[in-house]
């Protein structure tokens, strides 16, 4: 009797910070609970995006600066699928490639975080002057759009580097996503959960996308256990937003989705760097035509004024 070979080993590429790696190991272990007879290897890669920490992101110009190197390795073989924050990865990926599974996505809101001396603050309160430190143009946008009071400085680095800093008065407050400091452990230093009505989130913010060959029929199948379908149809819906208005990671560009009694509801703004024009719209429809739903708030968007608030700001930042 012949005795039937062992599944491939599977290799999990990703980023080397400790927010990359929590979630790298969350999949692994779920995809090993539903598969325990194959073995799932993790590699971790320095990306562009972790190695330069002393530029504003905005500056830098690459729209995979946290993806393009594990990008490299699926196309090279040395590893078969990635683990990324659905919002680090371009709606446009590489030849070869594709958004292989959407995982159930976690809060995806921001949140404000602030040190020991500003407890008794929210951001509605915060006192004329007051230093909050993002470094996402998205969240600098709409946050100076309604408070233009307060003063923004740019904080770069992993999640503990950036409390540090707030930590050691550096800022008075600063502004991260409530999914990674949840998943890190750290869901006390969420002061205040941002309302969706400031600061609409990124897309795919919440969310873990795990990207993989397409001409990888096994891969996909292994992947399947994790996709969310609710969460898979929001996010499409929000990427293909981004996409037709051509904006990276670093435009200011924000979303909010609900699926509501069968409904999807998908809300985006763009807003200038200055924070004086932001404009907003929402559409809704079927969940499984979220992408339709995307290009269609785009062009509404871009006619009600998006589309001169980006090209300044293409000029400005360059592409």
């Known amino acids: 009797m012949s005795v039937s070979s062992p599944p491939r080993s599977l290799r999990i590429g990703s980023r080397k910070s400790q927010l990359a790696l ?12 539903h598969h325990p007879h194959r073995q799932f290897e993790v590699e971790t890669m320095s990306t562009q995006g972790d190695k330069i920490l002393d530029v504003a992101l905005a ?21 078969d699928l990635a683990v990324h924050s659905l919002k680090d990865l371009p709606t ?22 602030v040190n020991s001396q500003n407890q008794d603050y929210q951001l509605d309160t915060l006192p004329e002057g007051a230093v909050v430190g993002t470094s996402s ?51 006390d ?7 969706a009505e400031i600061s ?20 996909l199948e292994v992947l399947k256990v994790l996709e969310h ?10 990427r293909a937003f981004l996409r037709e208005l051509e904006g990276g990671c670093q435009v200011p560009i924000g979303v909010n989705t609900a699926i509501e009694d069968g409904i999807l509801t998908l809300t985006g703004m763009v807003a200038s760097l200055d924070g004086k024009r932001l404009i907003k719209d929402s559409v809704s429809g079927d969940p499984s035509h979220g992408e339709v739903l995307g290009r269609d708030l785009a062009h509404k968007v871009r006619e009600a004024g998006a589309g001169e608030i980006l090209a300044q700001i293409f000029a400005e930042v360059g592409r």
Request: proline share 4%; charged share 25%.
């Open 22 to 33: 929590v979630q790298t190991y969350w999949v692994q272990a779920e995809l090993s609970k």
């Open 59 to 79: 500056k830098i110009g690459d729209k995979g600066l946290f993806t393009k190197e594990l990008e490299v390795g699926m196309l090279d073989r040395s590893i």
């Open 92 to 113: 446009n990926l590489p030849e070869g490639l594709i958004l292989g599974c959407v995982t159930e996505r976690v809060n995806p809101a921001d949140a404000l975080v």
């Open 137 to 187: 143009l998205r969240r600098l946008a709409q946050l100076r759009y309604h408070y233009p009071h307060l003063t923004f400085k740019d904080v770069r680095g992993n999640v503990n580097t950036r409390l540090a800093k707030l930590d050691a008065g550096e800022y008075d407050a600063i502004i991260l996503a409530v999914a990674g400091l949840e998943r890190l452990g750290l869901g």
């Open 189 to 195: 230093r969420v002061h205040q959960v941002i309302p």
């Open 200 to 219: 609409l989130h990124a897309v795919g913010q919440g969310a873990l996308g795990i990207e993989c060959r397409d001409a990888d029929p096994e891969v």
């Open 229 to 238: 379908a609710p969460s898979r149809d929001r996010c499409y819906a929000e």
